[in-house]
């Protein structure tokens, strides 16, 4: 494990144990707020999501001072500093899986990626309860625990597939339940990136399908995909994922090209 890897790994292990489980399964109803209003669009916020992303941010402050910093209730509460997401910048979910985590269930974890001109480098991925640990630096390979992967699909027929319908569109919406998901067998979604991506690579879905792309969700977890051998990018037009195209929507991830290339195939014959 490379001595940046240590660090962040110290870092997530003491930002979970000091500030996120101390709150888990242990919020008032004050505790707990929602950022959007409206049925499966509900997206939750949590005291321990501010105090993690502050206690984060002064971490890896002292791991790289001066060095530009996105997180994802930073963003939220002023929207300009998205623009920092054009150069270089630490990106941050201070607890991936909010839903999850406001509920008092798993999963969620962290996601810390660090990128450059719109293009991640490197990624941690961190599972709060279990302490899997992902990393990715960009040419270099993907890690668990230290360990180098490769991406493995689940080799069923047909492929499994982890398919959100969150933040599409009434028409979209039907258009993949109808013209998509009967050519898969459809497993639950985690509500969780930090999980979700691990789950692609190692075996236990082969593709998932996602609508909201924000950097601080899929930052560190395309890059490790990619690292692994598998494939994450846009299926109308198979561009890599850019942290700096915060508006753009839509992505397909796959734990191989094949499987990518198949999936983006029945989506790009999809009556637009």
């Excluded at 719109?118 to 990715?136: E, H, K, N, P």
């Amino acid at each position: 494990m490379s001595i940046i890897d240590r660090e962040i790994l110290a870092l997530l292990r003491d930002v979970t144990e000091n500030v996120i489980l101390p709150r888990y399964r242990n919020l008032a109803d004050h505790h707990v707020e929602n950022k959007a209003e409206g049925g499966e669009k509900v997206d939750p916020v949590t005291i321990a999501d501010r105090e993690s992303e502050e206690a984060l941010r002064e971490g890896l402050d002292k791991l790289a001072p001066g060095l530009p910093f996105v997180g994802e209730e930073a963003a939220h509460a002023d929207p300009s500093i998205l623009e920092r997401l054009k150069g270089p910048c630490w990106i941050v979910d201070p607890i991936d899986g909010t839903r999850n985590f406001a509920s008092g269930q798993p999963p969620f974890g962290i996601l810390i990626a660090q990128a450059d001109q719109g293009v991640a480098q490197s990624g941690w991925i961190y599972d709060c309860l279990t302490g899997r640990f992902c990393a990715a630096h960009r040419g270099k390979g993907a890690f668990v625990g230290g360990e180098k992967i490769s991406a493995i699909a689940t080799g069923e027929d047909p492929p499994v597939a982890a398919i959100s319908l969150i933040f599409m569109d009434e028409s979209q919406r039907a258009a993949m339940i109808e013209e998509i998901c009967p050519h898969y067998r459809l497993t639950d979604i985690p509500y969780c990136a930090a999980e979700q991506y691990p789950r692609l690579a190692l075996g236990e879905n082969d593709v998932s399908v996602f609508e909201r792309t924000l950097a601080w969700d899929h930052a560190a977890g395309c890059l490790w995909l990619e690292e692994a051998g598998g494939k994450a990018a846009r299926p109308d037009d198979g561009s890599p994922y850019r942290v700096d195209e915060w508006d753009r929507k839509g992505m397909v991830a796959a734990a191989s090209p094949q499987l990518w290339d198949d999936l983006a195939e029945r989506l790009n014959a999809l009556p637009r």
